[in-house]
């Protein structure tokens, strides 16, 4: 058996959670084979030792069944994916990229993102929004956009500019029926179109809201952007706890921290009576902070005022500052400001 033989065949193991290979992924640095024995040099990321114990027994199974007699192991710390894409885009206009994400669709994050962006706008900071939630872009809708972005002789985009923020959304240029059926190829492509030729001015904090989940098209997405950070958003209900995990493993996987967790749809508090409910469960966001070590942000309610202020796009933070949520979309930008700057 040659050292190619043994990365073909590795390219047969899947990391865990995912469709993407442990070979593509970059966790193989050398493979040799002496003796029928293989030696391998692996660099894992910030992976827990469960996972890594997997990864191990996985590729240690099948190289004895391909037939060679034993697997010696050498590991080594750092990011794994790093050599994967070199193609990694840096903002020099941009001090600081905050990406927010969730394990699955139907959690609020595309509402959260607008109205965390508008938060830290009010504060003074310079902002930008940068959606690339390609299946559903919702930045038209959430900031009530109409308008085709104009592009400079120098075939920039210019990015469309309202409630002093810096906007830009595939939804921009596709009409309500457009059907969005792209391969991951065309995904990558646009995504860095829009990095590369968007006239971003000067600013403090793009958002950038991902899609929804862990597949290949969101690793791919986050392995060419320069990160800051990144912040779950989460509904406290078992069945989107299960994917918080997912997402906080796909950032280790690109060196990006997780800076906390958000949990929406937290309660609801009846306008009449003023009882307050855990339609969703509770706890799971306090659980799935403790166990991912990183701070649960805040907690926001379910309520009619969130929804209907980000149908008319308008953030609920902008048009109603005093409510209860704007109150906690300010507390939790001012955490992440804090958070960052520590980092």
Not at 19 to 28: E, K, N, T
Not at 127 to 150: A, F, K, N
Request: hydrophobic share 40%; proline share 5%; charged share 20%.
């Amino acid at each position: 058996m040659s050292d190619i033989d043994i990365k073909q065949i590795l390219s047969g193991v899947k990391y865990p959670g995912f469709s993407r290979d442990i070979v593509s992924f970059g966790l193989v640095r050398t493979a040799e084979v002496k003796d029928d024995v293989g030696h391998l040099v692996l660099k894992f990321g910030n992976e827990k030792e469960d996972v890594r114990q997997a990864i191990l027994k996985e590729i240690r199974a099948t190289l004895l069944n391909a037939g060679l007699k034993d697997v010696m192991f050498q590991i080594e710390s750092g990011q794994a994916g790093k050599g994967f894409n070199p193609e990694t885009v840096e903002l020099p206009s941009v001090r600081h990229t905050l990406a927010v994400a969730s394990g699955k669709g139907g959690v609020g994050k595309s509402t959260v993102s607008a109205n965390l962006a508008a938060a830290l706008s009010s504060q003074g900071q310079r902002v930008g929004i940068l959606d690339l939630d390609v299946y559903g872009p919702s930045l038209p809708v959430t900031m009530g956009i109409h308008e085709v972005p104009r592009v400079t002789d120098e075939n920039k985009l210019v990015p469309v500019k309202k409630f002093n923020m810096e906007l830009m959304s595939l939804g921009f240029m596709l009409s309500d029926s457009s059907p969005v059926i792209w391969r991951g190829a065309m995904v990558s492509k646009m995504v860095q179109q829009f990095l590369r030729d968007v006239a971003w001015g000067e600013l403090d904090y793009m958002i950038i809201d991902l899609p929804p989940g862990t597949g290949d098209v969101q690793l791919t997405l986050v392995q060419r952007l320069a990160l800051t950070g990144a912040v779950i958003v989460t509904t406290p209900q078992d069945l989107a706890l299960q994917d918080v995990q997912r997402g906080a493993d796909m950032f280790g996987k690109v060196n990006t921290p997780v800076l906390g967790i958000i949990e929406n749809m937290s309660y609801h508090v009846c306008s009449n009576c003023g009882h307050r409910s855990a339609i969703f469960s509770s706890g799971g966001g306090e659980r799935e902070s403790s166990r991912l070590n990183v701070p649960l942000l805040g907690k926001l309610p379910l309520n009619e005022e969130i929804m209907a202020s980000a149908e008319a796009g308008h953030p609920l933070v902008l048009s109603n500052p005093e409510a209860e949520a704007s109150k906690t979309f300010l507390d939790i930008t001012a955490q992440l400001q804090k958070l960052i700057a520590g980092n």
